[in-house]
């Protein structure tokens, strides 16, 4: 698996709206700011994440982007499949591989099956709500008062 900028900003964009969840719009200019994002790079992102049906976006004066479901629903490895692809670490290792004559004798294939697994089993076990829970209890043990 390779994430590239464009999956990281992703990661990131999403992870944003997810701690902005129920509250407010975030808008463009807000989202490149925290996440330290070209604006014309994260146009394109989002455009992305609207045609994945992850964040949502309203026009006008208080317009801005949200997530179109819970943060609950949304898990690290589904953000990460759609814009970077395949999280195997081989073609041969993906459902209905057919490319490979020596798929069935291959002493590899059984190594890259279990980095497949191990990897999706974290990926996937991991949502937005649980991301945005973690920056929220980090921020709150840095309130100091005298």
């Known amino acids: 698996m390779r994430i590239t900028y464009k999956g990281d900003y992703a990661l990131k964009t999403i992870?944003?709206?997810a701690f902005h969840y129920g509250r407010d719009l975030v808008t463009i200019h807000d989202l490149a700011k925290r996440s330290?994002?070209?604006i014309k790079f994260l146009e394109q992102i989002l455009l992305d994440l609207k045609r994945?049906?992850?964040v949502e976006s309203r026009r006008g004066k208080v317009g801005g982007y949200l997530?179109?479901?819970h943060p609950s629903h949304i898990k690290v490895g589904d953000v990460i499949r759609f814009i970077d692809g395949p999280i195997e670490p081989i073609a041969c290792v993906e459902k209905?591989?057919?490319g490979c004559k020596d798929?069935?004798?291959c002493i590899f294939s059984k190594i890259w099956q279990e980095?497949?697994?191990a990897t999706s089993n974290i990926v996937d076990n991991v949502t937005f709500e649980d991301l945005a829970s973690k920056i929220k209890l980090a921020n709150e043990g840095f309130i100091y008062s005298i």
């Open 115 to 117: 980095v497949a697994k």
């Open 96 to 98: 209905g591989y057919s």
């Open 15 to 17: 992870l944003e709206l």
């Open 52 to 54: 994945g049906n992850f």
């Open 36 to 38: 330290d994002i070209p």
């Open 103 to 105: 798929i069935y004798k």
């Open 67 to 69: 997530l179109s479901r």
